[in-house]
């Protein structure tokens, strides 16, 4: 049975995700805060070592923070919050448990970026700077780790239909922002899980270092 670490695997995307893999039989670990602070390098150290021996032969840094502001008004903590939780921890994560793929010569990352690291607007500089960046981990990855039959690859969700979009936006505003997508509506949470997974199973031997957009066609208008 392949394990798989999925991060921010409690509510909407990342919940789909975690129930993909669960319904094909695989074991997941999706750590709580508790177990698992993305802010806190001790809190990501010690689950490294507390899980090293695990195994994880596939990783999905899902985890991320999204705090909209315009540049003058963005402050030091939510700029170091953004880049430690959607930057710094998956690379310390993967650092610490790529070892134990290259070792089975076998392994499937993905990280999760957003349609703000192929278009952006106005509020999101740090958070696209970030998404870009994973996406950076993702190129050098992808080249560093193929001999070891390790496959990265990067997934981008546009607008996505999850409990925080609910929370967040008034119907009519999702409706308004669903007439600007191609295929007016938002993604369903399962819709991007089902893409993360074809990326992590069997079925993808070779597609590796890509940054592969879900969004409907909304980066395309």
Not at 105 to 129: D, E, L, P, T
Not at 156 to 177: H, S
Request: glycine fraction near 8%; aromatic fraction near 6%; charge should be negative.
């Amino acid at each position: 049975m392949k394990k798989v670490l999925v991060t921010g695997g409690s509510r909407g995307i990342g919940k789909a995700i975690t129930e993909k893999f669960l319904e094909h039989g695989y074991e997941v670990a999706a750590p709580t805060r508790q177990e698992l602070d993305l802010l806190d390098s001790e809190s990501i150290e010690k689950y490294v070592q507390a899980h090293k021996e695990d195994g994880f032969d596939i990783i999905v840094n899902n985890a991320g923070i999204n705090d909209i502001h315009e540049i003058e008004n963005i402050t030091d903590e939510e700029i170091e919050r953004m880049i430690a939780t959607n930057l710094v921890a998956p690379i310390k994560l993967l650092r610490g448990f790529t070892e134990s793929m290259k070792q089975k010569k076998y392994g499937r990352i993905v990280n999760i970026g957003s349609i703000w690291a192929v278009v952006s607007k106005g509020g999101r500089c740090v958070y696209s700077a970030t998404k870009n960046g994973i996406h950076g981990v993702t190129n050098t990855l992808a080249v560093e780790l193929a001999a070891d039959n390790i496959l990265v690859n990067t997934v981008c969700p546009g607008f996505t239909m999850t409990e925080l979009t609910v929370k967040n936006n008034t119907p009519e505003e999702i409706a308004q922002i669903s007439a600007n997508i191609p295929m007016q509506r938002m993604a369903r949470p399962e819709e991007i899980a089902e893409v993360v997974y074809f990326l992590c199973s069997e079925q993808n031997t070779y597609l590796t270092g890509q940054k592969i957009t879900v969004d409907g066609g909304y980066t395309e208008r």
